[in-house]
């Protein structure tokens, strides 16, 4: 269960992210960036609540190409990040090799990605086995369908590799809905594998219940409803938006602190200058 | 074309091997090595089972070294790669060549840029064993091409011990993937196919690992009165021609190129343009057909063996 001080934590995270994809947003929308940006705006509360649940583990982020939370969310320089999407190959994060897509930090032990859609799967889990310490592995629902992405997870479960695997379930692949693409549930199929799943929303209080339930230290599958504002790439809205988490969240966060400090969270929040 | 040509090499041919130790137990030595003294990993299928990859690693049953993975041919390397990222050394088995269509996909989209675009080392050797001759489109070619394509990538192809203890020496040193091809013929060889000879007419350059018995091949020539010069190409990419090679072909009337991978598109085609701006002596190029080969004996892929070689050398050289 989340702590008043971790879930202070995570709604911090939360609008940092958000103020930062929404400078990216408007440098978008004004056509001053030329690289495809994949902007996570309405997904922030899961990268938010991850790195507040293992701010002071060891661990490796092997994420995807909508990856500006997590390298936010665990501490990566946003003016770094900033510079990769701008095309600033002395300033940007990945020297203009990783764009939006192949962000990497090694401060953060934060894997690039190439491109190719469930890569970090097999990455994540083959450096695991080899390291023994824990990756966070996060994909899309998408993801999960690709012919290599099973094999590895089963791998996790053969070795009990201590992983996260968070699978951000839009549910679309780009514009197509998962019920046009397959008959079966991603936490369903893994947990046959033999890896322990949950299907949750994105709150952070199901997320910290959920890794709390890691037995033994193996491996977990996060399946997490959420909604993304923008469409897969660019700045175009993706229309129906059926729950606003930060408003939900930060009701929750407002009833469990003083008065004085939730309003001085939300100054802090409108302070970012980017 | 991203071949880079090492013209000044200091590498002899015609390397001997004072202890009559085939390449196989040399690789096998390596691994065993490369398990118990450098806690290493060796990923692949099979591995631990019937003839413990043609008898090329130690047979020490449950080594915790030795990863079996499940059978998925994408999933499989890319498990590999993922654990070259740890800094620990990774050897990656492909039992045939025909898998690569399927194995490079992690090796070309992850491990051979990891240390340009992501900062990151990916120490891994792929193993890519051919077996042109057997069975078969996917147990039988050889697909060295495909993985040429591949920006950042070295491949090599030994085929004697003593390139095979300088392969592996390069991989201890440097912290890069490797692509190794090599061929189930070549794992008796104590010396490999190479020849030299003061004043060749012919001068032969062997791309990956294959099957040419070249004493065999001497003596028919030899009959026809010609000499010839026999070299194998270890290092492909980068290009690195032996010197005795370069040296060999200023005296010879004919250059071929052997390679038993497809002709069409191929490594050998680019080898020979990269030789044409370097001599005047004509090349010609000595490969598979681009099919898939079958089962019955006349659709198998056709090893090049002496013979193969000579007929085509005759009828060449007779069409000027």
């Known amino acids: 269960m989340i702590q008043d001080a971790e879930a202070i934590k995570v709604l911090r995270r939360a609008y940092f992210i958000e103020s930062f994809e929404s400078s990216v947003l408007a440098l978008e929308e004004q056509e001053l960036i030329e690289i495809p940006v994949y902007l996570g705006l309405g997904q922030e509360f899961i990268a938010a609540s991850l790195a507040t649940y293992y701010e002071n583990a060891q661990i490796a982020i092997f994420a995807q190409h909508r990856a500006h939370s997590y390298y936010l969310a665990f501490g990566g320089n946003p003016g770094a990040l900033k510079a990769e999407i701008l095309g600033d190959i002395q300033g940007g994060c990945a020297r203009g090799f990783g764009g939006s897509v192949g962000i990497y930090s090694k401060e953060i032990n934060m894997f690039g990605h190439s491109g190719l859609m469930g890569e970090q799967i097999y990455l994540g889990v083959g450096w695991s086995f080899a390291s023994k310490l824990r990756s966070l592995i996060v994909l899309g629902d998408a993801t999960i369908e690709e012919d290599y992405a099973l094999p590895a997870i089963g791998f996790a479960a053969k070795h009990n590799l201590p992983i996260t695997f968070v699978c951000e379930d839009n549910g679309y692949a780009v514009l197509t809905p998962t019920s046009k693409r397959r008959s079966w549930s991603a936490s369903q199929v893994v947990n046959a594998y033999g890896v322990k799943s949950f299907d949750i929303d994105d709150d952070p209080n199901q997320i910290f219940k959920a890794l709390d339930a890691i037995e033994n230290g193996g491996p977990v599958f996060l399946n997490i409803r959420t909604q993304r504002k923008n469409r897969h790439v660019g700045a175009h809205l993706e229309g129906d938006i059926k729950w606003d988490r930060k408003k939900l969240f930060e009701a929750y966060v407002c009833n469990r602190i003083e008065p004085a400090d939730f309003k001085a969270l939300k100054e802090e929040s409108e302070s970012y200058e980017w | ?320």
Request: aromatic share 10%; hydrophobic share 40%.
């Open chain 2, 1 to 320: 074309m991203n071949l880079q040509i090492l013209k000044h090499s200091k590498k002899k041919v015609n390397r001997m091997n004072g202890n009559n130790i085939d390449l196989r137990t040399h690789i096998k030595n390596s691994m065993t090595a490369h398990l118990v003294e450098n806690h290493g990993l060796i990923f692949g299928h099979n591995l631990t089972d019937v003839g413990w990859v043609a008898g090329t690693i130690p047979q020490i049953p449950d080594h915790v070294g030795y990863v079996e993975l499940p059978i998925s041919d994408i999933a499989g390397v890319g498990l590999a790669v993922g654990a070259s990222l740890a800094g620990k050394p990774v050897i990656f088995i492909s039992r045939y060549q025909g898998y690569l269509w399927f194995n490079l996909a992690p090796i070309a989209t992850y491990a051979a840029i990891a240390d340009k675009v992501f900062e990151q080392e990916s120490w891994i050797m792929v193993r890519s064993i051919a077996d042109d001759g057997a069975f078969g489109p996917i147990a039988s070619g050889t697909y060295l091409s495909l993985a040429a394509q591949i920006p950042n990538l070295d491949i090599v192809s030994p085929t004697t011990p003593e390139e095979w203890g300088e392969i592996w020496s390069h991989f201890l040193h440097n912290r890069k993937p490797i692509f190794v091809s090599e061929h189930r013929s070549s794992y008796s060889n104590l010396q490999g196919a190479a020849l030299n000879s003061d004043k060749p007419d012919i001068v032969i350059l062997s791309i990956g690992a294959n099957a040419i018995n070249s004493e065999k091949l001497k003596s028919l020539l030899f009959e026809e009165k010609l000499d010839c010069s026999i070299f194998n190409l270890l290092w492909i990419k980068p290009l690195e021609f032996p010197l005795q090679f370069l040296e060999s072909l200023s005296e010879a009337k004919h250059c071929f190129i052997l390679d038993p991978s497809f002709k069409d598109y191929g490594l050998a085609q680019s080898v020979a343009q990269v030789l044409s701006e370097l001599t005047s002596v004509p090349i010609s190029i000595i490969a598979s057909k681009q099919e898939f080969s079958g089962y019955a004996k006349e659709l198998r892929s056709s090893l090049i063996t002496a013979e193969r070689v000579f007929n085509e050398l005759k009828r060449v050289m007779k069409n000027g």
